[in-house]
Nanobody, 126 residues
Framework: QVQLVESGGGLVQAGDSLRLSCAAS????????MAWFRQAPGKEREFVAA????????DYADFVKGRFTISRHVTKNTVYLLINNLTPEDTAVYYC???????????????????WGQGIQVTVSS
């Protein structure tokens, strides 16, 4: 089992930056990819970014447009999501996810991921 705990969310102003953290514990060593998804009110959960724990390879959703950066702290088993120039459209619950290991499913697809955090609210005021 893997446990994921998100932190760093909150209420911010448009144009601000925010860094979300996802601390992983348990049997995380077998996981290949960790990712961030988000779900806005009344919308489907959507992919934001993913990172390979082995190679550091990153994958981003098209809407990111350079404003989001996913990174990791290897020894702390923590993945970060830095969001710059926040807009009200970024308001959502942000979820951290991890897979169990190798999968043929794309790193951007939610079905790849077996473990999910409880989510953290990010609210951007205009």
């Amino acid at each position: 089992q893997v446990q994921l705990v998100e932190s760093g969310g909150g209420l911010v102003q448009a144009g601000d930056s925010l860094r979300l953290s996802c601390a992983a514990s348990g049997q995380i060593s077998s996981s290949l990819f960790m990712a961030w998804f988000r779900q806005a009110p009344g919308k489907e959960r959507e992919f934001v970014a993913a990172l390979s724990r082995r190679s550091g390879y990153t994958d981003y959703a098209d809407f990111v447009k350079g404003r989001f950066t996913i990174s990791r702290h290897v020894t702390k088993n923590t993945v970060y999501l830095l969001i710059n120039n926040l807009t009200p459209e970024d308001t959502a619950v942000y979820y951290c996810a991890a897979d169990k290991g190798y999968s043929s499913i794309s790193s951007s697809h939610r079905n790849r991921y077996d473990y999910w955090g409880q989510g953290i609210q990010v609210t951007v005021s205009s």
